[in-house]
């Protein structure tokens, strides 16, 4: 079954740190794989989008990586602010006719004072 | 560019009753689908629609249906309405539902309580 695992579950960390979210999937065939920034009551907004080819990009301070061999990526966050506390879901799509996405139950960041 | 729109943006009701969303997709999109989002499960997909027809369903029972007028706009419908139910609908919009222009982009939900 194609699954999406995001770790940790939710994370506190003071402002001005840094930190990395991870994301391990199971989804085959691919196609892309991206980051959502969802911040609460409110829908999911894009950080990045990454292709089987692709094993870095950044978006300001957001920076994903891909291994596809082992099939995972992360979201590393560089100097955090109080506006990045949000939840952070790894969402891949599948390369097949429907190319389904199948999402993860994402990471609650608190980004403290 | 507008984005997407959800209405209503609250809602509350009670059991048994019925409830309709509704999602106008940004200016251009012919691609809308919809997601039930809980704290316990994440984004569960709820269906797709494309050129007013259904392209994709996912594993919800048959008191969750929708539609797609002319216009791209959807609603969707919860008949006989849970505790369960109480969650936020999300409505995604894109160009077309695969290829290159396949990103969708998100509204800001519709938050529903089934009291």
């Known amino acids: 079954k194609n699954q999406v695992e995001q770790s940790p579950q939710s994370l506190i960390i003071l402002e001005g740190k840094n930190c990395t979210l991870q994301?391990?999937?199971?989804?085959?065939?691919?196609?892309?794989l991206r980051w959502y920034k969802q911040d609460t009551g409110r829908g999911p907004v894009s950080l990045t989008i990454m292709t089987f080819s692709e094993n870095t990009k950044s978006n300001g301070r957001y920076t994903a990586t891909l291994d596809a061999d082992t099939k995972q990526s992360s979201l590393h966050i560089t100097a955090s602010q109080l506006s990045d506390s949000a939840s952070y879901i790894c969402?891949?799509?599948?390369?097949?006719?429907?190319?389904?996405?199948?999402f993860g139950t994402g990471t609650r960041l608190l980004v403290s004072p | 560019k507008a984005g997407v729109t959800q209405t209503p943006r609250y809602l509350i009701k009670t059991r048994g009753q019925q409830v309709t969303l509704s999602c106008s997709p940004i200016s251009g999109h012919r691609s809308v689908s919809w997601y039930q989002q809980t704290p316990g499960q994440g984004l569960q997909f709820l269906f797709e629609y494309f050129s007013e027809t259904q392209r994709n369903k996912g594993n919800f029972p048959g008191r969750f249906s929708g539609r797609q007028f002319s216009n791209s706009r959807s609603e969707m419908n919860v008949s006989t309405l849970e505790l369960g139910d109480s969650a936020l609908y999300l409505c995604?919009?894109?160009?077309?539902?695969?290829?290159?222009?396949?990103?969708?982009?998100f509204g800001p939900g519709t938050r529903l309580t089934v009291l």
């Open positions: 994301c391990n999937y199971t989804v085959s065939p691919f196609s892309n």
């Open positions: 969402v891949v799509r599948e390369n097949t006719g429907f190319q389904k996405l199948v």
């Open positions: 995604a919009s894109s160009i077309q539902p695969t290829g290159k222009y396949n990103e969708q982009f």
